[in-house]
């Protein structure tokens, strides 16, 4: 079992930057792929980015090249640096950490990213 708490989420503008961090608990936090995914009102739940536990990282698109997905395990961290903003990344961001050999597969309660003037 994985406990996850996601943190700062938050009101910024166009432009602007934020560092989401998850932090997990509860189980060995290395062996875990972690992703972040985001969900905006009305639509369906998508990847964001991604991080294998062997450091395999990927992007949607949308996000290549304005943000970056990190992981310590020693801190039991993922983070997500998210800078230059758009309106379109508004949405509530979620943490999951899937283990696939077990079918492992757990969520945080999710942080509000609101990007607006």
């Known amino acids: 079992q994985v406990q996850l708490v996601e943190s700062g989420g938050g009101l910024v503008q166009p432009g602007g930057s934020l560092r989401l961090s998850c932090a997990a608990s509860?189980?060995?936090?290395?062996?875990?792929?972690m992703g972040w995914y985001r969900q905006a009102p009305g639509k369906q739940r998508e990847l964001v980015a991604s991080v294998t536990s062997v450091g395999n990282i990927n992007y949607r698109d949308s996000v290549k090249g304005r943000f970056t997905i990190s992981r310590d395990n020693a801190k039991n961290t993922v983070y997500l640096q998210m800078n230059s903003l758009k309106p379109e990344d508004t949405a509530v961001y979620f943490c999951n950490a899937a283990y696939p050999v077990l079918r492992f597969d757990y969520w945080g309660q999710g942080t509000q990213v609101t990007v607006s003037d």
């Open positions: 509860g189980s060995i936090f290395s062996i875990y792929n």
